[in-house]
Nanobody, 121 residues
Framework: QVRLVESGGGLVQAEDSLRLTCVAS????????MAWYRQAPGKEREIVAR??????????SYADSGKGRFTISRDSGRHTMYLQMRRLEAEDTTIYYC????????????WGRGTQVAVSA
């Protein structure tokens, strides 16, 4: 079983930066894809960025909302993931969740409890 703990959220002003951290524990956590998601009240959870594990090296992708402003990364031990967020906007205000993608006949996601990001205009 994988356990995820996010940290790094907070209240900042527009154009500021924040770095979110997700620490994964569990025997096989380092073998799985990891991703950042966010969910605003009344809206569906949406992906922000994802790191896919590949024998050729990690494959990184971003949602349009974060392209050019957010950077996802993972430490060499593959148990800690980061989301560096720059030039934050009021629209980035929401709860950010770390997710580990568990492969199988149907892909499932193990979630952390989230960390709140609030950006004042």
């Amino acid at each position: 079983q994988v356990r995820l703990v996010e940290s790094g959220g907070g209240l900042v002003q527009a154009e500021d930066s924040l770095r979110l951290t997700c620490v994964a524990s569990g025997r096989r956590a380092s073998n799985y894809d990891m991703a950042w998601y966010r969910q605003a009240p009344g809206k569906e959870r949406e992906i922000v960025a994802r790191i896919r594990v590949s024998f050729r090296g990690d494959i990184i992708s971003y949602a349009d909302s974060g392209k050019g402003r957010f950077t996802i990364s993972r430490d060499s031990g593959r148990h800690t993931m980061y989301l560096q967020m720059r030039r934050l906007e009021a629209e980035d205000t929401t709860i950010y969740y770390c997710g580990v993608v568990i492969p199988g006949p149907v892909e499932s996601i193990c979630w952390g409890r989230g960390t709140q990001v609030a950006v004042s205009a």
